[in-house]
């Protein structure tokens, strides 16, 4: 059962700025809603001589960590497909050319028929799988980056040739930058009159991604995705790359997937298209997908096709879970329907807790508003620091001293000793507190101040600074009855 700060505090009957300053004193900023951890609690219990036992579901929901791979013998492990997302500015030709490739492949050696939009797919080059992520843009990239998933390998951005780079095609390339994921460019419709590649290139270069043949290591592609040209070259440049990445996997071992897209389908119930990070989702595994889970009752290709597995790298609808789980989200096999129900279990309950944890924190919106309206007090803080630091690490710690109904704001920091412009600042605020971390005031600033009727706050630990500072918030609250 998980216990929020002030609930420790309660069961331990300790007064709760008791608790909170302990934490500070360890470096950690919790205000009295937010919960404890288990190492959290287990120091306080010493620290406060008493007994506690801990059933954290931290621990136990977390089924990602159970999955064994670290510790496989690389001889396990074979060669994968690469996983593709396609990026760049709109207009430029996403969806055209994921439609154009797809049109002009057709995987697994199944018979083509109607595609149906599954949300990833995979053609054949040349007897090697190329997967791609179905939905362009960068929503499904970030969601999963967020989620902690990396399914991308090789990211393309597809750049007009008449249009050159745009806005969105240098957030893809800062994406791709950011999460270290090689980058291949397709000059899309080449077709076109006004076709530039090399304004393309020069405008990429400038950017960082220098083309190969100007002696860079970014492969350039041009390609028409209305005349479909140029794309058996592009899968080429693709699996090029994916064969100088060795990209690996075990198909021996369970399955680990990550989904890309759910929906509740009628008759079929939740379905969820996977992509298969490591080992082989067969008909029958026992799943547990966030709090969702199941038995995987059947597998379904973009082309309808009914599968018996799929392997590393591979894509497939997944007909059997419980419950629809969010993009992002993590399958693995289970090695019984029981241990998969458990975690599921496990993970709804802490995801129950987590929305009750945000639920009582303001956001900002709501902040920004209740101070327009009044209710919300804030306290001013003028900081000065000895380093750039501790002022950073001090403002986020302020920043997060707050509640509905008051808050701390920065109005003025920096690095240095309090000068006079610093006392005549807070002078001139209501409200307002000055404080110093590891700083003394300068020549007649306490003269100045003292004539002003101003104090000089200042420390030289940081949970002092940050106990001051909250009893002030606390005198601003009105009082509860
Ligand atoms: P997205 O917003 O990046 O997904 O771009 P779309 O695929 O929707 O394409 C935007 C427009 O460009 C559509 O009108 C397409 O028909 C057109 N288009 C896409 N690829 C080509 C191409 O290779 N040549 C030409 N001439 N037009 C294209």
Redesign the pocket.
Known sequence: EDIRVYEFADKVRQPLSEVIKILFNLGMMVTKNDFLGKDEIEILASEFGVEVTTIDPKDAFNYEDSYEEDNEDSADLEERPPVITIM??????????L?AIRNAKVAHGEAGGITQHIGAYSVEQHGKLITFLDT?GHEAFSSMRARGAQLTDIIVI?V?ADDGVKPQTRESVKHAQEAKVPVIVAI?????PGANPDMVKAQMAELGLNPVDWGGDVEFVG?????MTGIDELLEAILLQAEIMELKANPNNMAKAVVVESTLEKGRGPVATVIVQNGTLKIGDNIVCGSAYGRVRALISDRKAQLQKIGPSETAVVVGLSDVPPSGEILMVMESDKEAREFAQKRYEYDRHRELSHSTKTTLDELSSLIAEGRLKALKVVLKTDVHGSLEAIRSALAELRNEEVKVEVISSGVGGITENDVALVNNSENCMLVGFNVRPTGNVNAMAKQMGIKINTYSIIYQLIDDVTAMLTGMMAPQF
């Open positions: 760049g500015h709109v207009d430029h030709g996403k969806t055209s050319l439609d362009p597809v007009a899309n419709k080449m077709d076109k390609v028409s995705a209305k005349a």
